[in-house]
């Protein structure tokens, strides 16, 4: 039976392929052939991602969907949560999660057992989804009222925004110095960033 292995982290400082390993040697020990794997950084609380739409895609009817927990799949609001699992039953993919036993059945389980196995697998998946979208609620609630209680102390006070990436800064400005002629877009290309970015830096330099 062939698996796509999904692996997803919130942002660039954290690293999608950290779980790779451990789903390799799952797909291993459950005798899964590796189909694919897909990995992304990007919020859970999107259902637009790049690579979980082309597994998707991808994917055929009795293939397995490996991941490694419920939440790195999805943070997603009850709207999009039911668009996700509508779209994977459709498609007839067998969602597996690493750390959910009752899941690993459904690779062999077949029969009565295996339909029995299906249900209780899905309400636990559905109760773990919950649990990881109000998870992210409150941690952005925290964060709004961290950000409340810091100008209600300092009225003045307003936030930094995200610290300059010197890494970056200083690749573009080599860029820009070894090809003047080059235009933002293509420096941007290279530089793997933003064209904003490099007309910040443009305009620094200015």
């Keep these: 039976m062939n698996a796509h292995l999904y692996l997803r982290a919130s ?13 390799e040697a799952f797909a291993v020990e459950k005798g899964l052939t590796i189909a694919g794997v897909y990995a992304e950084n990007i919020s859970g609380t999107k259902l637009n991602r790049p690579e979980l739409l082309s597994l998707l ?25 039911d668009t996700l699992k509508a779209t994977i039953k459709v498609k007839g993919i067998r969602l ?28 636990l998946i559905d109760l773990m989804a919950t649990m990881a979208r109000l998870d992210q609620d409150k ?13 209600l102390a300092e009225p003045d006070w307003k936030p930094s925004g995200k610290g300059r990436n010197a890494s970056l800064w200083a690749h573009v400005k080599s860029l820009m110095v070894k090809h003047p002629t080059m235009s933002a877009e293509q420096i941007a290309k290279l530089a793997d960033c933003g064209v ?9 330099l200015a």
């Excluded at 895609?57 to 949560?81: C, F, K, M, N």
């Excluded at 941690?139 to 100008?151: A, D, M, P, S």
């Design 96 to 123: 597996v999660v690493a750390d959910l036993p009752t899941s690993h059945m459904l690779v062999e389980a077949k029969g009565i057992t295996g339909q029995i196995m299906d249900v209780i697998n899905n309400m």
């Design 139 to 151: 941690r952005v609630e925290r964060i709004k009222q961290g950000l409340e209680n810091k100008k």
């Design 57 to 81: 895609d991808t994917a055929e009817s009795g293939e397995v969907l490996l991941v490694e927990s419920v939440d790195r799949l999805s943070r997603l609001s009850q709207p999009d949560w």
């Design 11 to 23: 942002t660039k400082d954290q690293d999608a392929n950290r779980a790779k390993v451990a789903l």
């Design 196 to 204: 904003a970015t490099v007309y910040r830096i443009k305009h620094e």
